[in-house]
């Protein structure tokens, strides 16, 4: 089965910038979306920003503009997206978690572990 694997998260200050990646441990099957999700202490999880197979990109609301979210499937053996988040404010302080779905047979919705990202000073 494949996994989700994130890194980049970290402690940094407002303003800062910062690179969220997640790497499929093998391909994923056909075409798929995937994304980033965050929960802060006390909330839901919701979504940050997703990008399909065919390159449409979503993002939440409160991205404004601060976040780009990329992705590469031409290595045959993975599929690897990231999340470059610049701006950062405290409310972005959450973890982050790589989502990777198909909503059409093979279905298969996977999670990362988490990676946690703190802003403050």
């Known amino acids: 089965q494949v996994h989700l694997m994130e890194s980049g998260g970290g402690f940094v200050q407002p303003g800062d910038s910062l690179t969220l990646s997640c790497a499929a441990s093998?391909?994923?099957?056909?075409?798929?979306?995937m994304g980033w999700y965050r929960q802060a202490p006390g909330k839901q999880r919701e979504l940050v920003a997703t990008?399909?197979?065919?390159?449409?990109?979503?993002?939440?609301d409160f991205v404004e503009g601060r976040f780009t979210i990329s992705r590469d499937d031409r290595d045959s053996n993975k599929n690897t997206v990231w999340l470059q988040m610049n701006s950062l404010k405290p409310e972005d302080t959450a973890v982050y978690y790589c989502?990777?779905?198909?909503?059409?047979?093979?279905?298969?919705?996977?999670w990362g572990q988490g990676t946690q990202v703190t802003v403050s000073t």
């Open positions: 093998g391909r994923l099957p056909g075409s798929s979306t």
């Open positions: 989502n990777a779905r198909r909503v059409i047979t093979p279905l298969y919705t996977l």
């Open positions: 990008v399909t197979s065919g390159g449409t990109i979503n993002y939440a």
